[in-house]
């Protein structure tokens, strides 16, 4: 009896602990449902009262059988810019729909079905109430999106777009397909790989750039030593790489979007109105304006792709040798390049230089020659008569030796001493001109070759004054010096 | 209306006929002022012109174009051209030769220059001449008595063609480096403006070096014109050497009281037959020719000098009272030399002579001047 009772009473207790567990479980469940039933009212009441997120909550809705599982995606439908057949319940515009095996463990299948539950509880309430406000009982669907038409069930052994991840994106953006046979075609876009730029699904980013365009070419063209130089070019410095470069394909070297010439010159207005001269540097006309310039950095400004004059150089290697010999331009020395005389890009006169005749002599030497020469006996003679504009071996900067340089014009019988028999003064330096101090030629004392206020052009005093002759020979007596020598 | 008519034609015709001559005569200047030539031979005294007036800074400037040289003053071009110099000879000169370039104004054209003057006066050639050829065919590098050792001829190398003498080997054409002013006989218009009225005009230093040999070392600058300037070359006619030679009175072998002779300063006779002296210059004057015997305090312990017995040739002295007669006495009456009865007559010396030796008389009347006959 007593065994009964003890075993009518463990009965009893057992119960009593099966009911009491049942209606825990029971609490439990409705909690739970509860919960998500809050979610879905917080959810249904967020989404009817908040503007702006229809697209949003489309895009989740429409997709809710992938979303099931790609629980992941969810929060790609609050992002800036959101891929079309994504948001259009079109997965299988690129996705085959069957086929994925996954490996579950038990515990990541039990996270997997709470997400998929939550997901259904959280959004199919909305669904429901979405469908019922709709004039026609559903979510206006984008019928004529391309996507619905390529959704063609394929099934595999394993989950796989519908095509070619190299094609793929083609299938809608086949506007592009062209610039793929472009002369200059970006090698990712060329290979088809539209995701090493893109997000297939949304982005915050213009153009569903997987990370902000300042930041995306970087990522494989890295800048960081051209932004460290002296001069960095403004696009470059503000990544605007897209202001030059096409980031699919081009038919100008570099992936430009234009020629170089008018690519350039819709930034520099200034440098476009000279296209029009007369006379234009090579690489300004044939469209190679990073013969002469860094499109990026660089130390050597504006610009350039070397200092000046070496960049100059490098075409005219002729002239440096010129720029070696004893009588020389300072230019590399001071603060003259040869940008000092030639312009770079174009002019209306030869040679490229600013100015014409003597003008672009007189930019530097207007003050001690202009005044006298302009008035004198040589005035028709320009500059480059008697001048070489780089280096001589003969100073200052003159085309042959004096006094042969003066010879093309005077004639040698008349003015040479070693020639005509001894009938003219000494004028080659074998001699010493003991008023310069150097050695004797037509111009150290006697004449001043860019006018003087005397005639014959005499340096002194006008001819026949005796002091043109006492200068030198009423010094120190000596060999051939002085008046009695 | 006829004889109207004939006076218009008249003056119509003069008029044509003195314009054609205006024309021809500007023509004819312009073509004389457009030719280019070197300079030539000037008689400046027929154009009445003198060459300083051209050539000097004014026609005051004595020294013409040998000298007195500034800046401003137009004087070289007179002889150096710096470009084109006509005959392409020597220092841009107009001539080949400095000789030529000279003789381009002091040739003895009309008997007024230098060399050529007796033959130009007389058609017979000098009996003495300090030859000068400047010639490389032929230059004159010996040196008469110019061994100042044993007497003989030396050689020397001049400033001529070819090492020869030439006339700046005396001569500075550029007045630099002269001897003292010194009086000498000649009147020349290119200075005595005012025609033989100044004695001023006659000192001049002829241009004379004071090194005659100024490219041949060792001897030393001359500044007063005497027997020292001669010397200068002629080294071995000084009579303190051994040889058999005149005695002559030059300061660097003269060792007695007070200076020595020179062309400015000789004991000469105070007038025409005085046998009195005094100091003063040989030249322009007669009586420093002779020596009074006995001679006088200031002739005691002096010798001649070499002018003394070489000059321009002339009639001096008494042969018995070695005295100056009023026949005898100096006597120019022309610039430059040119009256045929001047005494002395041609004024050129030391370039050419009509007597041997460019002595001033020949024969006993040279030695007469000074010594006595040995017997009476």
């Given amino acids: 009896m007593g065994q009964d009772r003890d075993t009518a009473v463990e009965t009893a207790g057992g119960a009593a602990e099966e009911r009491a567990g049942s209606r825990g479980r029971g609490v439990f469940a409705v909690v739970l449902l509860l919960l998500l039933l809050l979610c879905a009212i917080t959810t249904v009441i967020q989404t009817l009262t908040l503007d702006g997120e229809d697209e949003v909550v489309r895009g989740v809705i429409e997709n809710l059988e992938c979303l099931q599982c790609h629980t992941d995606l969810i929060p790609e439908f609050d992002r800036e810019v959101v891929h079309k057949p994504f948001m259009a319940e079109q997965c299988t515009t690129c996705h085959t729909p069957h086929g994925k095996i996954e490996t579950e463990t038990t515990i990541s299948g039990a996270v997997q079905s709470i997400k998929r539950i939550r997901t259904l509880v959280e959004w199919l309430p909305v669904k429901v109430i979405l469908d019922l406000l709709s004039r026609d009982g559903a979510i206006a669907k984008d019928a004529g999106s391309p996507g619905r038409v390529a959704e063609t069930p394929v099934k595999g052994a394993a989950s796989e777009l519908v095509l070619p991840a190299t094609e793929l994106c083609m299938m809608c953006h086949g506007d592009m397909g062209a610039m793929r046979n472009a002369a200059y075609p970006h090698t990712p876009f060329a290979n088809g790989n539209c995701l090493d730029c893109h997000d297939p699904h949304a982005s915050d980013f213009a153009s569903m750039l997987t990370i902000a365009p300042e930041s995306l070419c970087v990522t494989c063209h890295p800048m960081g030593r051209e932004l460290s130089r002296a001069q960095a070019h403004a696009p470059v410095e503000g990544f605007h790489c897209t202001n030059c470069h096409d980031p699919h394909g081009s038919a100008y070297r570099g992936i430009l979007v234009d020629n170089q010439r008018d690519l350039c010159f819709t930034c520099h207005p200034s440098v476009a109105r000279l296209s029009g001269m007369a006379v234009q540097h090579g690489p300004y006309a044939n469209d190679a304006c990073t013969d002469c310039h860094e499109p990026h950095g660089s130390d050597y400004m504006p610009l350039l792709r070397a200092e000046e004059p070496r960049l100059c150089y490098g075409c005219h290697p002729e002239i440096e040798t010129d720029f070696r010999k004893v009588s020389h331009h300072p230019v ?90 001894h009938k003219n003064h000494p004028v080659r330096p074998v001699y010493y001109d003991v008023n310069a101090g150097s050695r004797l030629t037509c111009t150290t004392t006697c004449h001043g070759p860019h006018g003087t206020s005397h005639n014959f052009m005499l340096r002194h005093y006008d001819s026949p004054q005796d002091g043109n002759c006492l200068i030198c020979h009423a010094v120190t007596p000596g060999d051939r010096v002085g008046v009695d020598f | 209306m006829a004889v109207l008519a004939r006076a218009t034609k008249g003056r119509r015709t003069h008029l044509i006929v003195s314009t054609r001559r205006l024309l021809i005569g ?341 030695c007469l001047n000074c010594h006595k006959q040995p017997r009476g």
Avoid at chain 1, 391 to 414: I, M, Y
Avoid at chain 2, 130 to 149: F, K, N, Y
Avoid at chain 2, 222 to 242: I, N, Q
């Fill in chain 2, 26 to 366: 500007g023509v004819l200047c312009i073509a004389m002022l457009g030719v280019v030539s070197p300079a030539h031979a000037y008689d400046e005294t027929s154009t009445g012109r003198p060459c300083a007036g051209c050539h000097g800074a004014s026609v005051n400037d004595p020294a013409g174009p040998h000298g007195g040289y500034t800046a401003t003053s137009k004087k070289c071009a007179t002889c150096h051209s710096a470009h084109k110099a006509p005959a392409g000879g020597i220092v841009l000169l107009p001539a080949a030769t400095v000789l030529a370039t000279c003789q381009t104004c002091h040739d003895g054209t009309g008997g007024k220059g230098v060399y050529g003057t007796i033959y130009a006066r007389t058609s017979q050639q000098p009996v003495a001449r300090h030859t000068m050829l400047d010639t490389a065919a032929d230059p004159i590098t010996a040196i008469p008595g110019g061994d100042g050792v044993g007497g003989g001829t030396r050689t020397a190398t001049f400033s001529g063609t070819a090492g020869g003498l030439t006339c700046s080997d005396c001569h500075s054409p550029h007045g630099s480096n002269l001897v003292d002013p010194f009086t000498g006989d000649r009147a020349r218009s290119a200075t005595d403006t005012a025609g033989l009225g100044s004695p001023s005009s006659f000192s001049s230093t002829r241009l004379l070096r004071q090194r005659p040999t100024s490219t041949d070392a060792g001897y030393a600058s001359v500044t007063k014109y005497g027997s020292d300037w001669c010397a200068a070359c002629h080294a071995g006619r000084l009579s303190w050497h051994e040889l058999y030679n005149h005695p002559v009175e030059a300061a660097t072998t003269y060792t007695g009281t007070g200076s020595a002779f020179t062309y400015e300063s000789v004991a000469r006779l105070t007038g025409v037959g005085a046998s009195t002296t005094e100091l003063g210059s040989l030249g322009r004057n007669n009586f420093g020719y002779v020596m009074p015997d006995p001679r006088t305090d200031q002739q005691s312990g002096h010798e001649p000098i070499c002018q003394q017995c070489h000059e321009d040739a002339r009639s001096v002295g008494d042969v018995t009272a070695r005295t100056v007669d009023a026949t005898e006495v100096f006597n120019i009456t022309a610039l430059d030399g040119s009256a045929a009865g001047d005494n002395p007559r041609y004024q050129v010396f030391p370039h050419e002579s009509d007597n041997d030796a460019f002595l001033i008389e020949t024969d006993n009347d040279l």
């Fill in chain 1, 332 to 421: 590399g020395t001071v603060t003259l390049d040869c940008t000092g005389c030639h312009d770079a890009h174009a002019t209306n006169y030869a040679a490229l230089l600013y100015d014409n005749d003597n003008g672009i002599c007189y930019d530097c030497h207007a003050r001690p020659i202009q005044t006298t020469y302009d008035t004198s006996r040589h005035k028709n003679t320009p500059c480059w008569g008697c001048h070489t504009p780089h280096g001589s071996n003969w100073g200052p900067l003159l085309k042959a030796a004096q006094p042969d340089v003066c010879f093309p014009c005077h004639e040698r019988t008349s003015f040479d001493d070693a020639a005509g028999g």
